[in-house]
C-alpha cells in the first residue's frame, strides 16, 4: 500500500479502509493495533463512566476510536480522550487534547509508556494516564517543564485521590471489575 520507508501523512492515513485494526501515525510512522479485548473495553467503559459526569460542559470525554491530530504526521487514537469542545471537527479532535488515556495490552505496552507519553508531552497534552488492567494499576501524569511527572498512582482496592484535570477517586480495581458496583 506504502512504499517502504515513506513518511505518511494524514491524509495517507485516511485511504486505509480496514475498520478490524487500529491505524495510527507518529511522526509519519504506521501503528497499526488489534481489535481490543473485552477486558480492555470493560475499563474504557468504566472510565468512561467516571469521567463523564466530572467533566466540564466546554470539554468532551469520548472513547476511541477518535482520531487525535497532533500535526500532519502524527494522528492518535488514545483509548480514552478528553478534549475541549471547538478542538472536535466532524472527522477528529484536532489539535491537543486535555487528557488521553491508553489501557495497556500486551502487544501496545512500549508504544503506551513510551513513544505515546514523548508525543503528546511534546505537543503540550497537560495529563496523560495509564491503565495496567491485568494488575489493575492506574498511573495519572501531569505535564511539567515539558515532561511527565507522576501526580497519583493506585493498584487494585488502593484509591487515586485527583485535583485535576477533575476532582476525582479513582480505584483500580472498580475499573476491570465484571460487576457494576
Given at each position: 500500500?506504502?512504499?517502504?520507508?515513506?513518511?505518511?501523512?494524514?491524509?495517507?492515513?485516511?485511504?486505509?479502509?480496514?475498520?478490524?485494526?487500529?491505524?495510527?501515525?507518529?511522526?509519519?510512522?504506521?501503528?497499526?493495533?488489534?481489535?481490543?479485548?473485552?477486558?480492555?473495553?470493560?475499563?474504557?467503559?468504566?472510565?468512561?463512566a467516571a469521567?463523564?459526569?466530572?467533566?466540564?460542559?466546554?470539554?468532551?470525554?469520548?472513547?476511541?476510536?477518535?482520531?487525535?491530530?497532533?500535526?500532519?504526521?502524527?494522528?492518535?487514537?488514545?483509548?480514552?480522550?478528553?478534549?475541549?469542545r471547538e478542538?472536535?471537527?466532524?472527522?477528529?479532535?484536532?489539535?491537543?487534547?486535555?487528557?488521553?488515556?491508553?489501557?495497556?495490552?500486551?502487544?501496545?505496552?512500549?508504544?503506551?509508556?513510551?513513544?505515546?507519553?514523548?508525543?503528546?508531552?511534546?505537543?503540550g497534552c497537560?495529563?496523560?494516564?495509564?491503565?495496567?488492567?491485568?494488575?489493575?494499576?492506574?498511573?495519572?501524569?501531569?505535564?511539567?517543564?515539558?515532561?511527565?511527572?507522576?501526580?497519583?498512582?493506585?493498584?487494585?482496592?488502593?484509591?487515586?485521590?485527583?485535583?485535576?484535570?477533575?476532582?476525582?477517586?479513582?480505584?483500580?480495581?472498580?475499573?476491570?471489575?465484571?460487576?457494576?458496583?
Amino acid at each position: 500500500m506504502f512504499a517502504h520507508g515513506d513518511r505518511l501523512t494524514r491524509r495517507d492515513l485516511e485511504t486505509i479502509s480496514d475498520e478490524r485494526r487500529r491505524y495510527e501515525l507518529v511522526d509519519g510512522t504506521l501503528l497499526v493495533s488489534p481489535s481490543p479485548r473485552p477486558l480492555h473495553q470493560r475499563v474504557v467503559a468504566r472510565l468512561l463512566a467516571a469521567l463523564t459526569p466530572v467533566c466540564p460542559a466546554d470539554c468532551e470525554v469520548l472513547p476511541a476510536p477518535v482520531d487525535v491530530v497532533l500535526d500532519e504526521f502524527t494522528v492518535m487514537i488514545p483509548d480514552v480522550v478528553v478534549g475541549r469542545r471547538e478542538t472536535f471537527t466532524e472527522r477528529a479532535l484536532v489539535g491537543v487534547p486535555v487528557l488521553a488515556v491508553e489501557v495497556v495490552s500486551p502487544s501496545s505496552r512500549h508504544i503506551d509508556r513510551f513513544l505515546k507519553p514523548a508525543r503528546l508531552a511534546l505537543a503540550g497534552c497537560p495529563y496523560y494516564w495509564v491503565i495496567e488492567p491485568n494488575e489493575p494499576t492506574l498511573s495519572c501524569f501531569r505535564l511539567a517543564e515539558g515532561e511527565y511527572v507522576l501526580d497519583g498512582e493506585a493498584t487494585g482496592d488502593d484509591v487515586v485521590r485527583l485535583e485535576e484535570p477533575y476532582r476525582l477517586e479513582l480505584r483500580p480495581a472498580d475499573l476491570v471489575s465484571g460487576n457494576h458496583g
